[in-house]
């Protein structure tokens, strides 16, 4: 099986171009599981390691432009935690600092598992995806347009995640994730809480709960109500309107599998959110959970 490790992204588009139907391979920590398993029988495979343009991150204006190769203990780093907090959040409930040295951004979208856990930060971010061709074609995607259902992408063959844009110090973000112990765990439920003081607006994403990560909209719209936006403060107890734990429940969409009941999962999903405002709201620095 022939592997190539080009050192542009120009030489990666030019070995695709000539095998349209190679395997790109980033950290490696999902594709080597699946080949080790049997899975996945790549006939070429295109190594991203070597790729400057998809390394690391940079500023541009009040973006912040993640490039697909940003390793998780990247993610954590205290420069790039000031302006994406929520996604260090979730970047410090992945594996262990060996799959956080190796495991990319990129690598968990493309996984397009219903439990990576950079997906609900990026859904509640609004980030916006770049994919690149051969051909010079660039198209910019939502992750509701990218990941399409449990393991499935809408990446064509040949193309590739080149970098991911979120809004620098978009207001509170919290990342909560429920598992079954407290390290190197697939989460059971998680979920990502953005409140923006500055645009006024709430989102929120569970992970875990359905085929592909929830935007839970009627969440968004209730929690709106209890923010007073001048004090930046809840103005009332998040149980006393109309059970919010509730409205959570009901935007979940779990199945019952190995690693949890779906009764569980909707449950830990309510705690999740829950807490995640909470704690947008205090005082205290958040801790990562
Ligand atoms: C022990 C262990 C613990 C783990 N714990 C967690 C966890 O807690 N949370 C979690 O979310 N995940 C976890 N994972 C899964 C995995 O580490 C992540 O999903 C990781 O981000 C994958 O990134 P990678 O760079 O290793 O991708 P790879 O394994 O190299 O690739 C994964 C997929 O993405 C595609 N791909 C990679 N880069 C690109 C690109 N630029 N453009 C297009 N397609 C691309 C590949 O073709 C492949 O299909 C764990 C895995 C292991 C082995």
Redesign the pocket.
Known sequence: MPVFVPASLEEAFAVLEGAPGA???????????EVNAGQRRPATVVA?GAVPE?KGWRLDGDEVVLG??LT?TEMISPELAELVPGLAQAAR????PQ?RN???????I??A?P????LPMLMALGATMTLGRSDGGRRAVGLDELVVGPKRTT?QPG????EVRVRAGAGRQEFLKVGTRNA????VASAAVVVDFERRSVRVALGSVGPVVIRAEEVEREAAKLIDWDARRLVGPLEGSGDFGELVRTAARPIDDHRSTAAYRRHAAGVCVTRAFRRAFSSEESTAP
């Open positions: 395997q790109l391979l980033a950290g490696g920590t999902d594709f080597m599981v991203l998809l697909a190769g998780y409930t992945v594996g262990s799959i190796a495991g990319t951004l990129g690598g968990n493309a996984t598992s439990a990576g856990d950079t990446l193309e590739v995640l080149l190197m765990v697939i989460a």
